[in-house]
């Protein structure tokens, strides 16, 4: 399905959100990791992501805002779920707290967990910039809602 048609069938059942405006992405930087994170959506146990400031900066790309909608699709592009954000903020990595990772809901949804492997992540999507990661630099939070699969 695509993101239209799933969007589509929302506001169909939801016509009060048919003037709302939507974003369709996915997860990451890798097909395994687009679909398991959308999976983990999908299921309600991810209910929150993170991404770089300096990569929205950098590519010119507005901030998400709260009661935004977003489709998320899986790698290959097909709708999965619609979401709703209930919150953004921004905070230093190294202030990330093991409630925002454990609605991350990766791994073993630990903070030290989550700490690796978005360093690491972090890391590869900076380089492609030639910035270097940083524990102080800056993080958009986001939580969000499943409001239809």
């Not at 048919?18 to 959506?41: D, H, I, P, Q, T």
Request: charged content about 30%; hydrophobic content about 40%; proline content about 2%.
């Amino acid at each position: 399905m695509t993101a239209q048609e799933m969007w589509n069938l929302y506001t169909q059942e939801n016509p009060k959100d048919a003037r709302e405006k939507y974003e369709a992405w996915c997860f990451g930087n890798s097909e395994a990791m687009a679909n398991n994170l959308a999976n983990l959506v999908i299921s309600g146990e991810k209910t929150g992501t993170a991404s770089a400031l300096a990569l929205y900066e950098i590519e010119k790309e507005t901030l998400p805002q709260k009661n935004s909608y977003h489709i998320i699709l899986d790698y290959a592009g097909n709708a999965k779920c619609i979401i709703k954000i209930a919150k953004v903020y921004t905070t230093p990595f190294c202030y990330i707290t093991d409630e925002h990772a454990f609605k991350e809901a990766e791994g073993d949804k630990t903070l030290d967990y989550w700490r690796k492997v978005h360093q690491d992540f972090f890391t590869d999507e900076l380089k492609e910039y030639n910035l270097l990661f940083d524990e102080n630099m800056l993080v958009v939070c986001e939580e969000f809602k499943i409001v239809f699969k």
